[in-house]
């Protein structure tokens, strides 16, 4: 087949079917023609390099999803923004001080000296001025975002300077698209954004607070009574610390809710427990490191989340036997994840009798230390095929 008779056109649709970034990259050294269109027809690119940033978005006009793993500054969005007013949707992956300088760069800033950073090849003020751009990120990196790219309908900034007027002008903006937002580890995230997000008339099913330190309460009752509460299907509200029972009980108010992440929110109690029980919806819950919710909790989510299919548990006021004996014969009950279980509290016996009585289920996950006795306590087909251990 002669290639110079493919048109444009035609030679779009079929790299519209290439989805392998070494196969594209091997189309696009064919020709200049070919090396043209893979770059007109690229949907997506995942930057390594932040210094061929300006010379990669001139190259690819219609990228539509855009994600890094390195620290990006406001100026570096502002290029995004400029570039790609058709992206719908980006991710700025969480990055740690040691991913981004290196663990002789946290060396160094933490003063062991100068002969020490002239062996590096680089000074101390050079790895302050790298690191004070990687935390840079925030409002008006957020708010040229925002007003180049209206069709965003995924955000994920993670541990970026994210706060009210950022969030604001991203909400507004991509008001009848945005429907997946990520501000986990965003220290600036406070009540009042909430308040922002859950009056918005976005249409958000995916939410990420997670680690949002400043998150009380009085946030949480803003999401539970806005019109986000009829939108939303996941909430991950892991390692806020300042929520208590009080305010995830106004999380019952959301009864699409499939999926709550309260992991770590130590000050949860069976008030807020019993509460999301009358969610019927929920499918997915990690109670993780709760130790102050008690039986009453995991009876009412028994009786009452009739759909539950996913829930995690800690240790707690025997919180491991009543999780187990609470869900014999439940439904829909497919995994039951007793890894942050450290007591004897866990008995072989009540184990099989879970396993025996619970149809759906498809795994129970255990810390590891408990394999040799629970291997002498269960039946060993049991144990192989119910028992995953961590």
């Not at 570096?76 to 400029?82: C, F, H, R, T």
């Not at 160094?108 to 020490?116: F, M, N, Q, R, S």
């Not at 009380?216 to 986000?228: Q, R, S, V």
Request: one cysteine or more.
């Amino acid at each position: 087949m002669n290639m110079d008779k493919i048109g444009d056109d035609e030679l779009c649709q079929i790299l519209g079917w290439v989805t392998d970034p070494a196969d594209r990259k091997s189309a696009s050294q064919v020709c200049k023609g070919w090396w043209l269109m893979e770059s007109l027809t690229r949907s997506s690119l995942r930057l390594l390099n932040l210094e061929h940033l300006p010379r990669l978005l001139a190259r690819y006009p219609n990228i539509v999803t855009f994600q890094t793993p390195k620290g990006v500054s406001n100026a570096d969005l502002a290029l995004v923004a400029q570039s790609c007013p058709k992206l719908e949707a980006i991710k700025l992956e969480a990055i740690s001080d040691i991913e981004e300088i290196g663990v002789r760069g946290i060396h160094l800033l933490g003063g062991t000296g100068g002969a020490a950073a002239e062996d590096s090849g680089i000074s101390v003020d050079e790895l302050w001025e790298k690191l004070r751009v990687v935390k840079q990120v925030g409002d008006e990196g957020l708010c040229a975002l925002a007003n180049g790219c209206p069709k965003l309908s995924k955000i994920v900034i993670n541990r970026s300077g994210a706060g009210l007027l950022g969030i604001i002008a991203m909400i507004t903006s991509s008001a009848h698209n945005l429907t997946h937002l990520d501000l986990g580890e965003c220290s600036l995230v406070s009540d009042k954004a909430l308040e922002a997000i859950g009056y918005s008339s976005c249409p958000i099913r995916v939410l990420s607070l997670r680690l949002c330190s400043k998150i009380t309460d009085a946030g949480l009752k803003f999401l539970a009574d806005g019109p986000c509460s009829k939108t939303i299907q996941q909430l991950k509200l892991l390692g806020c610390t300042k929520i208590t029972g009080a305010g995830v009980w106004h999380l019952s108010k959301m009864h699409v809710l499939e999926e709550l992440d309260l992991a770590m929110c130590i000050k949860v109690t069976d008030v807020g427990g019993v509460a999301i029980s009358s969610i019927q919806n929920l499918k997915n819950l990690n109670l993780a490191g709760l130790h102050l919710l008690t039986e009453k909790t995991f009876v009412a989510l028994a009786k009452n989340c009739i759909n539950l299919e996913e829930l995690r548990v800690s240790n707690g006021r025997g919180t491991a036997t009543a999780s187990i004996d609470a869900f014999l014969g439940h439904k829909c009950l497919r995994s039951l994840n007793l890894a942050g279980c450290f007591s004897d509290d866990i008995k072989g016996y009540a184990l099989e009798s879970l396993a025996l009585g619970c149809p759906s289920l498809e795994s129970i996950v255990v810390f590891r230390n408990f394999r040799e006795r629970l291997l002498q306590e269960m039946q060993e087909d049991i144990v192989s095929r119910f028992l995953k251990f961590l």
